[in-house]
């Protein structure tokens, strides 16, 4: 299916397609291009500067599909170098288009979940070093505290089908408590990858009751479409076929094996080379 002018989502592996799978149900009117740079995850480890790189390879390959709007459905993607790309290499490749994230939308009303107003946060060992989310958290909610906690283990068990199996249960358990051992009135957890959500099962049962568990898919779906409502001129560029395409810069067996769980439902991805421009 050839889209003409869709709206691209990128993520390193899979986990952005549980932001897609939300994308889609609150605008499904859109056509809709997604990359997976499996060949290369997980990014939460790389240096800001690899991350960067990849990332804008990867948004530069969306301009030349077509799309005028890009969403880094990642969170250390959207740490590590969303605004690099939006203060640097956007100006110069093409003002016109945009590349949106994850970490503001859901900065924007996090404190409004918390009693509290103290809030844990889950993320990837590079969404954690980077200071992204308290950094735009104190820009909304200067009073609110912000507590982190890496959880590098995290992707690597769902990524390789063991989010749901007993041994993900001691990786969950030590670091929550550590994440809960930094204050006793957490009463909010963010999930600050959008990988975890395939594990929010075992993480409602080892938090403390009542702790409220926040995902992105929707928040980002919600910003994503009064962003569109914001920017007609932008929102008409886009293409409504209600397409949906599907790459992977690995093997596309895998791929679909894996995506088909993150989605909802089944996916039949194409496979990409980046290294051939």
């Not at 009693?115 to 958290?137: A, N």
């Not at 009135?185 to 975890?196: F, R």
């Not at 094996?257 to 991805?269: D, I, L, Q, T």
Request: contains cysteine.
């Amino acid at each position: 299916m050839q889209l003409t002018s869709p709206i691209g989502v990128f993520d390193s592996g899979y986990g952005g397609l549980t932001v897609l799978r939300e994308i889609v149900k609150k605008l499904p009117q859109y056509d809709y291009l997604y990359l997976g740079d499996n060949a290369r995850a997980p990014y939460g480890p790389r240096s800001f500067d690899t991350v960067y790189q990849y990332t804008l390879e990867c948004v530069q390959w969306f301009f030349s599909q077509g799309c005028e709007l890009v969403v880094l459905a990642c969170n250390t993607a959207s740490a590590k170098a969303l605004r690099t790309i939006q203060q640097k290499d956007l100006p110069r490749i093409d003002p016109s288009k945009r590349v949106l994230g994850v970490i503001r939308p859901t900065t924007e009303i996090i404190g409004n979940y918390s009693q509290t107003q103290e809030v844990g946060i889950l993320g990837t060992s590079g969404t954690v070093q980077s200071g992204s989310y308290p950094i735009e958290i104190e820009k909304f909610f200067p009073d609110l505290k912000v507590y982190q906690e890496a959880c590098p283990m995290w992707v690597p068990l769902v990524e390789n089908n063991e989010y749901d199996k007993p041994g993900a249960d001691y990786f969950i358990r030590q670091h929550i408590d550590q994440l809960m051992g930094q204050s006793g009135q957490i009463d909010t957890v963010l999930l600050a990858c959008t990988h975890y959500p395939l594990l929010i099962d075992k993480i409602r049962k080892t938090l403390p009751p009542g702790t409220q568990i926040v995902s992105q898919g929707n928040i980002v779906a919600d910003s994503l479409a009064d962003y569109l409502q914001r920017h007609p001129g932008m929102e008409r560029k886009i293409s409504r076929g209600a397409g949906r395409v599907f790459y992977t810069t690995d093997s596309t067996a895998d791929f679909d094996n894996h995506a088909a769980v993150f989605f909802g439902e089944p996916v039949h991805s194409l496979h990409l080379d980046l290294s051939k421009g």
